[in-house]
């Protein structure tokens, strides 16, 4: 019955141009091809919407964005850290805490603060403990680099960081729906992309991602009441974007190394007045 | 919301995207919604003759966080829209590639390196009543430069013109290969109905 078709050049041309014919299997083909989805929620609609809601809502330039964005999200962290320093809380994060109490100028001197207990009980990923307990030898090297740093940026904290949020939150969700698939086969190749590249590398690395993204989505209860909006002011952030700054690649991650979890309460009033104004 | 009602329906032509576009393009969620929801089948369907089903989802998912954050300072209509989030998409498969190529600075063809959904079942049709993974997958049995011919113009909707922009091509081109797509698939649906395939290899 229906044999032989091969539609005339004018009839493709409808075709491709998504007319139907009737009577033509390449028709029915195509409109196979196009009819539209059958699930009511399609799986990739979360972790979209995240993104989207994370996009600022102005106007930007989008290649200037992206460093910015990781600088002044760096910069007021490396302000936040300053004023934990002062704190007490010293010894968080090694080469941060360099950075912090050599521009302080020694006085944050952190001989007095139990290090690595309050330092790893900041970092849930912990993708960091062992340069931070070695670096916090050398401190004087460490701060006169970062210092520099931290001094040049740490005029801008009007950080647009709700990006790292959204990340996050398309990171996670891309993870749930993956759950098939096998995860890690799913996050590298996830983790490549250039989308992920700022929270990759904030994070310390794929495998910190994680830990990054539970530690910035945890609901902070003192701080904040709008979390996905102000994501500087969540404590645990400040050490795994401040030692990817400081560019240590730690290469082998003891996730094993969550110790006292009781400290990361302490701090969100400080960050809270690091960060006073970011959102414009 | 709405997808639910128009199950047998066809992706929509765009009327009343563009309005869509510019409200999502300000920051109305329910908008950007709307649209992905009318563009991210027709992506993903790209998406699947370029990578593979297996593969698609994550290709998009990526476009779509590029999408999301650049989507504010996008100008111009559905149309646009599309070719461009389908150039996003087709970006997202050559990284897919690259990533899984042993030979990263030697210049790589999609051909080479991606895996083509399997072929076999997908002639086996009684073709009365197609699945879109059927028809995806048929289409995706084309030469790649004339199955994604076929997809942008039929599937994605684009004119020739933006299909050329998406593949770096004249519309032309363009337009030979989705033409040689289509005969193609027409001849071998026409042979399908006169013998019963056996799943020749």
Known sequence: MRRNQ??????RERLLAGERLEGQRLSELLAAATVSAHSAEP????????AFRSAPAVVAAPPARRTPVLKSLLSGLVATKVIAGVAGAAAVGGVAL????????????????PGQAIAAAHQPGATDSVSMSSSSDDSSSAASSESSSSSSSASSTHAPTPSLVGLCHAWQAHEQSQSDHSASAAHSAWA??????????????????????????????SAST?????????????????????NHKPSAVPSHSHPAPSH??????????????PSA | MTDRTVVAGQLSSGTGMSECLAAAREGDESAFVRLYRDVQPRLRRYASVLVGGQDADDVTAEAWLQIARDLHGFSGDIQAFRAWTARIVR?????LARSRSRRPSVSIGLDDLLDRPEQHDAWDLAAERMSTEQAIALIATLPRDQAEAVLLRAVVGLDPAAAGEVLGKRPGAVRVAAHRGLKSLARRLSADADTPISDAE
């Open chain 1, 6 to 11: 091969i539609p005339s050049a004018a009839e």
């Open chain 1, 43 to 50: 799986p990739g609609l979360e972790s979209a919407l995240a």
């Open chain 1, 98 to 113: 360099a950075a912090s109490t050599g521009h302080l100028g020694d006085g944050g001197h952190s001989a007095d603060a």
């Open chain 1, 192 to 221: 490549k992309s250039p989308a992920f590249s700022v929270l990759v590398s904030t994070a310390g690395g794929t495998d910190g991602v994680d830990g990054y993204c539970a530690a910035l989505l945890t609901p902070s209860t």
């Open chain 1, 226 to 246: 709008t979390p996905t909006s102000v994501p500087p002011t969540h404590p645990a952030h400040p050490t795994q974007a401040v030692t990817t700054h400081a």
């Open chain 1, 264 to 277: 990361t309460n302490h701090k969100p009033t400080a960050t809270a007045s690091a960060s006073a104004t």
């Open chain 2, 91 to 95: 970006n997202r498969a050559l990284d």
